[in-house]
Structure formats: structure tokens, C-alpha cells
């Protein structure tokens, strides 16, 4: 089973900004699934990234 969290990028002021976030989900555990654009994103300012990672049942 997995779990998933939801961020909202602003990718208007910084392309750092956007790898800052994917790297530390990444050291957390977490794998970037998707990237998503939503409608900000059509007038390239905001992405929502999917994260997800594993949940351990036992």
C-alpha cells in the first residue's frame, strides 16, 4: 500500500525552488510519482507534484 502527498510548486520565480522540494521528499522517502498542471500552471506559474512512498502494513 502506498501513501501520496500533494504540493503546489510556484514555478514562476524559481526553477531551484522546484529541485529544492523533490530532494528532500527524495531523502524523506518519498518518490516523485507525477507533476501535474493545474490551471495556474497554463500561465506557467504553479505544478502540483505527487509524491508517494510505501506504506509498511506490518
Do not use: P
Not at 12 to 27: E, F, Q
Not at 38 to 57: K, M, P, T, W
Request: glycine letters at 6%; a negative charge; aromatic letters at 14%.
Amino acid at each position: 500500500m502506498y501513501e501520496y502527498e500533494f504540493v503546489k510548486v510556484n514555478t514562476k520565480s524559481s526553477n531551484r525552488h522546484y529541485y529544492d522540494v523533490v530532494g528532500n521528499y527524495a531523502k524523506s522517502g518519498w518518490r516523485l510519482h507525477q507533476v501535474v498542471n493545474n490551471q495556474q500552471a497554463i500561465e506557467g506559474s504553479c505544478v502540483e507534484l505527487i509524491f508517494e512512498r510505501e506504506i509498511d502494513l506490518n
